[in-house]
T-cell receptor, first 114, second 111 residues
Framework: ETGVTQSPTHLIKTRGQQVTLRCSSQ?????VSWYQQALGQGPQFIFQ???????GRGNFPPRFSGLQFPNYSSELNVNALELDDSALYLC?????????????FGPGTRLLVL | DAKTTQPNSMESNEEEPVHLPCNHS???????IHWYRQLPSQGPEYVIH???SNVNNRMASLAIAEDRKSSTLILHRATLRDAAVYYC????????????FGKGTKLTVNP
């Protein structure tokens, strides 16, 4: 059984640029959640996708957007990058809409915005 | 979202038991208590969860106070690999899809 994978592992961008982060969910899971983790803080929920539809969103601006594909992998897109977007971005997969089930996290993508 | 309070850090010696406390005085009747931990340079991982009764699994035990306003995660014999940030999270059954993380407790295990 393959776990949750994320790419790339590290990324450096400059302010104003756009970035796409990718996540492959664990086998058998149809739900992907994205979290942002600033240094020294706990992860903060960005949004969740269930069967290719957004299934809940945290307090993040519209420049944070996502997609889920038919194979349940997912992308997180961030436009107009700001310095405060520098963080670890975590993807978690689960089954059944994620309202109860355990979430399985990937290792994250570390984004640095200069 | 109901709030949890945890100490910022704790220290333990290898092979000794560790008791990680969590206060959740505003917990509701449908809130389950979940624990996740985050090892260095990794994403969080599920540890254990419970509602009212104490729970055991291969990783840890969860002791829940009778009034449910607090709980304790117990690692019976800490190893160096248990050094991590431990998060106590409340989840309502059938409720929110998101996990609401606080800052957690950073556990240091001394050899």
């Amino acid at each position: 059984e393959t776990g949750v994978t994320q790419s790339p592992t590290h990324l450096i961008k400059t302010r104003g640029q756009q970035v796409t982060l990718r996540c492959s969910s664990q086998s058998g899971h149809n739900t992907v959640s994205w979290y942002q983790q600033a240094l020294g803080q706990g992860p903060q929920f960005i949004f969740q996708y269930y069967r290719e539809e957004e299934n809940g969103r945290g307090n993040f601006p519209p420049r944070f957007s996502g997609l889920q594909f038919p194979n349940y992998s997912s992308e997180l897109n961030v436009n107009a990058l700001e310095l405060d977007d520098s963080a670890l971005y975590l993807c978690a997969s689960s089954s059944g809409g994620g309202r109860w089930e355990t979430q399985y996290f990937g290792p994250g993508t570390r984004l640095l915005v200069l | 979202d109901a709030k949890t309070t945890q100490p910022n850090s704790m220290e333990s010696n290898e092979e000794e038991p560790v008791h990680l406390p969590c206060n959740h005085s505003t917990i509701s009747g449908t809130d389950y208590i979940h624990w996740y931990r985050q090892l260095p340079s990794q994403g969080p991982e599920y540890v254990i969860h419970g509602l009212t009764s104490n729970v055991n699994n291969r990783m840890a035990s969860l002791a829940i106070a009778e009034d449910r306003k607090s709980s304790t995660l117990i690692l019976h014999r800490a190893t160096l690999r248990d050094a991590a940030v431990y998060y106590c999270i409340l989840r309502a059954q059938g409720g929110s899809e998101k996990l609401v993380f606080g800052k957690g407790t950073k556990l240091t295990v001394n050899p």
